[in-house]
Structure formats: structure tokens, C-alpha cells
């Protein structure tokens, strides 16, 4: 730290140094000495925004360090009416924009309701300092601690863990747990590696994919190796798939290690259900599938614009891919019949892989959309041509219940119960998908019968208050089942 500090001798007002400087302070736990040296460069340069993000986040540091004095106190000196549960999370469970984000935003809620519930995930971004104030209303106990301390390098761990491997998170973690945690439920394989702080709590795995056949599916898929490259200098989040198939067996023999020690496990459908139980039999695997929430999305009015939807986080390898196999292979087919026709692609983060499509007339990009509703309201139907993935397609669902009809590759809609031509389409080649949304733009009364089976599907199968509910009454049936732990 000491060339840091003689940087800002030499230049007092260079913000950089202050920056460097402060991040090494918090990351040793000097976070007081953090405060008074953001406070310093923040009083001389209050146009860096930055800058006071970071002052922010280092003062919610000291706060959180009392707060969690507080909590462990109150929760061993008082016996509650609540179970006491935590819920672990790779990433923010608030807003609920994007898939997972969504899944864990309602299995938050729906946790809040029934327990004293703490939920704890990392930020990538200090300009989200404050969330906890938005997650205590879904929780009584929020945290959040910015992922900026990753440990070094391991070749036998895979790079999905190790995205995750956090000193501070440990620390944190490890500050909470004489609060005594009745159950603990941790979103994703890559939060295991923190069950071990917990040794007396039951553990509940929520998995949102099976992450190793994610990346075995696409090594199998032949992909473009330098498309890939390319694609990894553009988001941090692809990398993995760029050595897909060494990190699929790494995270096989990881999953393969972890999973026998929850007694409950979680997976999003019938065919990861099969595949997690087939790995570990011992204890009990649940599906509990994705929904929506149809009290809040309706259907809107048929839009019949000649304007097509995809749906997705655009950051996500798989979706990149897919939004890309569209617009390269399918949409010319489309083009040959109807050359008006539109591509619209909606979703967080989209690389230059994707924004560079929007240099076509008919192709637009609207990245990261406040309201996914008013974008899709002036559409008339979505594509889902998917052709890597594993779990199940929340934008599928949420396209249902808004009324917009579907075409997908099978893949794209595996594990939902669906029937072809009752609830959507179904298609397995460029020519056939091109042909099904043809048919669909052209033909009134086709969207109409979609819309309406599509939408009573969801109302009838695919409320997530209804599947978090019925998942939470599992839960405690199973829990009570084991024997005590001392």
C-alpha cells in the first residue's frame, strides 16, 4: 500500500489512488480507515461518482458489522414464534427482472411470509449499496456483501465455484452463525462450498440447473471455438463455456461431491430431478418447477404487428446462442416470405455479439428494459429457439401468462407440461420454426386459441406462490422426518 499512499502525496487529487487504496483497506478489514480516506478524496472530488458509491458501501460495511451484533444476540437470547431460516444466493433476489433473479425474488417472499428469514448475497456493483433497504421488505434480515475478493486460481476447482469463493462472504457468514439457523437453503451449486459454516442447521440445495450438463450440452454442440473467445472477452459470465467440457467434468465430480450431503434438494424438473437422483440417491430430491406470477401479469390485447420477441438474459452464453441461431439461420427464411417482419431481442447485459445484429433494419436490441411487459406488449409472439440449456424457460411461462403465442425449439420448452398446437409450437430445424411463426404472424385465429390455453396453463399449474407454498410444506415434512441433530 505504500506506493498508493505516495501516489497521493504526489497528486492529491488523482482518484484512482483512492480508489486502489481504500479497496486494499476493506479487503484487510481496515474499513474505518477506508471511510476516512473515501470521505477525503469525495470532499475534493465530489463529482466522481464512484468515488461515493464506495464511501457508501465501506460506511454500510460498519453498520452491517453492528446490525449483525445486534441480530445474533436477539436471536440467542430469544426464543421466536418463527422458524429461524437462511437463504444463500449467488446474486441478488431483488428486482425480479431476470430468471433466476425471479425464482429467487418469489422463494424469497414466500419464505418471508412463514419464517424469520435472513437472506444473504453477494453485489457486483457498489452502486447497489443500498438493496437491503428493498430486501427488508421481503426479509427480516438482509445482507449483502460485494464480490470483490475471489481467491486465487485453483486448476482442480471449477471456475463456477471459484467465481464464488469469497473471504468476505466467509467472514460474514461465519459472524452469523451463532444465530443458530434451523434451515439453510443455498441457490445454486456454487454456494455449497459455504454449508460447512452451518453444521447444525438442516440444508436445502436449490438448483436452478444441473450446471455441469449446461456445459457438457455445449461442448457437445460443437460450438465455434473462436465465437466463443470472442464472446468471453465480452462477458466475464461466458468464460466458462469457452472450456466447456474440462469445466462440465470439474463440476460433475463437484456437484457428485456435494449433493449427498443436503438432505433435500431442490431442481426445477422432472428430467434434472432423474439426473440429480441418479448421481445421489441418498436423501430426498423435489421438483419444484419455475412459474409466474399471474396476479401481477396479465394478458394484453392481440398486437398483430408483424414483430417477433426474444426474451432473455443476454449475458447468459446459452441464450446468446440461441438469440444468434435465430437471427442467422432462421429469420432469412423468414424474411424470403414476409421481408417487414421485425426481430426484437429484450434482456440484461447483451455482449457486441448481440447489439451488432441491431445494424440490420429489422433487428432491434433493447438492453436491459425497465418494464419487459411494455416491450413485449408491442409485440406479437416469442421465439424460443434454444438449443443449449438444462431446467426449465421462465420466459416461456411468463409469455404465456401475458398472452403472447410461442414457437420453440423442444429443448427451449423441455420439462414444462405443454402440448404442441395447444399451447404453443413446437419446432426441431431452421425450416420448420421458420414455417411455425409464419403461421403464427399470419393467422388470427391460432394466436387466440394459444393465447388462451397458453394463459390457463400457467393459471392453473405455474403460480409461484402456489409452487414456493406447496415447496415450503414439503420442506418441513421432510425436516421433521430426520432425526435431531445434537
Same mark, same amino acid.
Given at each position: 500500500?505504500?506506493?498508493?499512499?505516495?501516489?497521493?502525496?504526489?497528486?492529491?487529487?488523482?482518484?484512482?489512488?483512492?480508489?486502489?487504496?481504500?479497496?486494499?483497506?476493506?479487503?484487510?478489514?481496515?474499513?474505518?480507515?477506508?471511510?476516512?480516506?473515501?470521505?477525503?478524496?469525495?470532499?475534493?472530488?465530489?463529482?466522481?461518482?464512484?468515488?461515493?458509491?464506495?464511501?457508501?458501501?465501506?460506511?454500510?460495511?460498519?453498520?452491517?458489522?453492528?446490525?449483525?451484533?445486534?441480530?445474533?444476540?436477539?436471536a440467542q437470547t430469544t426464543k421466536g414464534d418463527k422458524r429461524r431460516v437462511l437463504m444463500l444466493a449467488p446474486y441478488p433476489t431483488y428486482p425480479?427482472?431476470?430468471?433466476?433473479?425471479?425464482?429467487?425474488?418469489?422463494?424469497?417472499?414466500?419464505?418471508?411470509?412463514?419464517?424469520?428469514?435472513?437472506?444473504?448475497?453477494?453485489?457486483?456493483?457498489?452502486?447497489?449499496?443500498?438493496?437491503?433497504?428493498?430486501?427488508?421488505?421481503?426479509?427480516?434480515?438482509?445482507?449483502?456483501?460485494?464480490?470483490?475478493?475471489?481467491? !486465487?486460481?485453483?486448476?482442480?476447482?471449477?471456475?463456477?465455484?471459484?467465481?464464488?469463493?469469497?473471504?468476505?462472504?466467509?467472514?460474514?457468514?461465519?459472524?452469523?452463525?451463532?444465530?443458530?439457523?434451523?434451515?439453510?437453503?443455498?441457490?445454486?451449486?456454487?454456494?455449497?462450498?459455504?454449508?460447512?459454516?452451518?453444521?447444525?442447521?438442516?440444508?436445502?440445495?436449490?438448483?436452478?440447473?444441473?450446471?455441469?450438463?449446461?456445459?457438457?450440452?455445449?461442448?457437445?454442440?460443437?460450438?465455434?471455438?473462436?465465437?466463443?473467445?470472442?464472446?468471453?472477452?465480452?462477458?466475464?459470465?461466458?468464460?466458462?463455456?469457452?472450456?466447456?467440457?474440462?469445466?462440465?467434468?470439474?463440476?460433475?465430480?463437484?456437484?457428485?461431491?456435494? /449433493?449427498?450431503?443436503?438432505?433435500?434438494?431442490?431442481?426445477?424438473?422432472?428430467?434434472?430431478?432423474?439426473?440429480?437422483?441418479?448421481?445421489?440417491?441418498?436423501?430426498?430430491?423435489?421438483?419444484?418447477?419455475?412459474?409466474?406470477?399471474?396476479?401481477?401479469?396479465?394478458?394484453?390485447?392481440?398486437? !398483430?404487428?408483424?414483430?417477433?420477441?426474444?426474451?432473455?438474459t443476454m449475458s447468459y452464453y446459452p441464450n446468446i446462442d440461441g438469440a444468434t441461431y435465430f437471427a442467422e439461420e432462421i429469420l432469412p427464411l423468414? /424474411?424470403?416470405?414476409?421481408?417487414?417482419?421485425?426481430? /426484437?431481442?429484450?434482456?440484461?447485459?447483451?455482449?457486441?455479439?448481440?447489439?451488432?445484429?441491431?445494424?440490420?433494419?429489422?433487428?432491434?436490441?433493447?438492453?436491459?428494459?425497465?418494464?419487459?411487459?411494455?416491450?413485449?406488449?408491442?409485440c406479437c409472439m416469442t421465439v424460443v429457439p434454444l438449443r443449449i440449456g438444462s431446467g426449465t424457460r421462465i420466459k416461456i411461462l411468463q409469455s404465456?401468462?401475458?398472452?403472447?403465442?410461442?414457437?420453440?425449439?423442444?429443448?427451449?420448452?423441455?420439462?414444462?407440461?405443454?402440448?404442441?398446437?395447444?399451447?404453443?409450437?413446437?419446432?426441431?430445424?431452421?425450416?420448420?420454426?421458420?414455417?411455425?411463426?409464419?403461421?403464427?404472424?399470419?393467422?388470427?385465429?391460432?394466436?387466440?386459441?394459444?393465447?388462451?390455453?397458453?394463459?390457463?396453463?400457467?393459471?392453473?399449474?405455474?403460480? /409461484?406462490?402456489?409452487?414456493?407454498?406447496?415447496?415450503?410444506?414439503?420442506?418441513?415434512?421432510?425436516?421433521?422426518?430426520?432425526?435431531?441433530?445434537?
Amino acid at each position: 500500500m505504500a506506493p498508493l499512499r505516495k501516489a497521493i502525496e504526489l497528486d492529491s487529487l488523482f482518484p484512482w489512488s483512492y480508489y486502489l487504496l481504500g479497496e486494499a483497506l476493506v479487503s484487510l478489514d481496515r474499513v474505518e480507515e477506508a471511510i476516512a480516506l473515501y470521505e477525503k478524496i469525495v470532499n475534493k472530488r465530489p463529482d466522481i461518482m464512484y468515488l461515493r458509491h464506495c464511501l457508501r458501501y465501506a460506511q454500510r460495511l460498519r453498520e452491517q458489522e453492528q446490525r449483525i451484533q445486534d441480530y445474533v444476540i436477539t436471536a440467542q437470547t430469544t426464543k421466536g414464534d418463527k422458524r429461524r431460516v437462511l437463504m444463500l444466493a449467488p446474486y441478488p433476489t431483488y428486482p425480479p427482472k431476470t430468471g433466476a433473479i425471479t425464482r429467487m425474488f418469489y422463494e424469497m417472499k414466500n419464505l418471508g411470509e412463514r419464517f424469520d428469514l435472513a437472506v444473504v448475497c453477494f453485489l457486483f456493483t457498489k452502486e447497489d449499496h443500498d438493496l437491503e433497504d428493498q430486501l427488508s421488505q421481503y426479509c427480516n434480515f438482509p445482507l449483502t456483501i460485494y464480490l470483490g475478493d475471489t481467491l !486465487p486460481p485453483d486448476d482442480t476447482t471449477p471456475q463456477l465455484v471459484q467465481r464464488y469463493s469469497s473471504h468476505r462472504m466467509t467472514k460474514l457468514l461465519s459472524a452469523i452463525a451463532p444465530a443458530n439457523f434451523d434451515i439453510v437453503i443455498s441457490d445454486f451449486i456454487y454456494m455449497a462450498q459455504y454449508r460447512s459454516l452451518f453444521p447444525n442447521a438442516f440444508h436445502v440445495l436449490a438448483e436452478h440447473n444441473i450446471e455441469s450438463e449446461l456445459l457438457r450440452s455445449c461442448a457437445q454442440a460443437n460450438q465455434d471455438e473462436a465465437k466463443l473467445k470472442q464472446l468471453a472477452q465480452q462477458r466475464d459470465t461466458i468464460k466458462d463455456f469457452k472450456e466447456s467440457a474440462h469445466q462440465a467434468d470439474l463440476l460433475a465430480a463437484y456437484e457428485q461431491q456435494n /449433493w449427498p450431503h443436503y438432505p433435500l434438494r431442490f431442481t426445477v424438473s422432472d428430467l434434472d430431478r432423474q439426473h440429480l437422483t441418479n448421481h445421489a440417491p441418498q436423501g430426498t430430491t423435489l421438483t419444484v418447477p419455475n412459474g409466474v406470477d399471474t396476479s401481477t401479469i396479465q394478458p394484453f390485447p392481440d398486437n !398483430p404487428l408483424p414483430r417477433i420477441l426474444f426474451i432473455g438474459t443476454m449475458s447468459y452464453y446459452p441464450n446468446i446462442d440461441g438469440a444468434t441461431y435465430f437471427a442467422e439461420e432462421i429469420l432469412p427464411l423468414i /424474411w424470403e416470405q414476409d421481408p417487414q417482419i421485425e426481430f /426484437w431481442i429484450a434482456g440484461a447485459q447483451p455482449p457486441e455479439a448481440i447489439t451488432d445484429l441491431a445494424n440490420h433494419p429489422k433487428i432491434k436490441v433493447i438492453a436491459n428494459p425497465e418494464d419487459m411487459t411494455a416491450v413485449a406488449r408491442q409485440c406479437c409472439m416469442t421465439v424460443v429457439p434454444l438449443r443449449i440449456g438444462s431446467g426449465t424457460r421462465i420466459k416461456i411461462l411468463q409469455s404465456l401468462a401475458m398472452g403472447l403465442p410461442i414457437v420453440s425449439t423442444p429443448l427451449g420448452c423441455e420439462g414444462l407440461n405443454i402440448i404442441d398446437g395447444d399451447h404453443l409450437l413446437v419446432r426441431d430445424n431452421p425450416q420448420s420454426f421458420a414455417d411455425a411463426t409464419l403461421k403464427i404472424l399470419k393467422t388470427p385465429s391460432l394466436r387466440e386459441s394459444l393465447r388462451n390455453q397458453g394463459r390457463r396453463l400457467v393459471e392453473e399449474q405455474y403460480d /409461484w406462490n402456489q409452487i414456493f407454498q406447496t415447496a415450503i410444506d414439503q420442506m418441513l415434512e421432510i425436516k421433521a422426518s430426520q432425526p435431531q441433530t445434537p
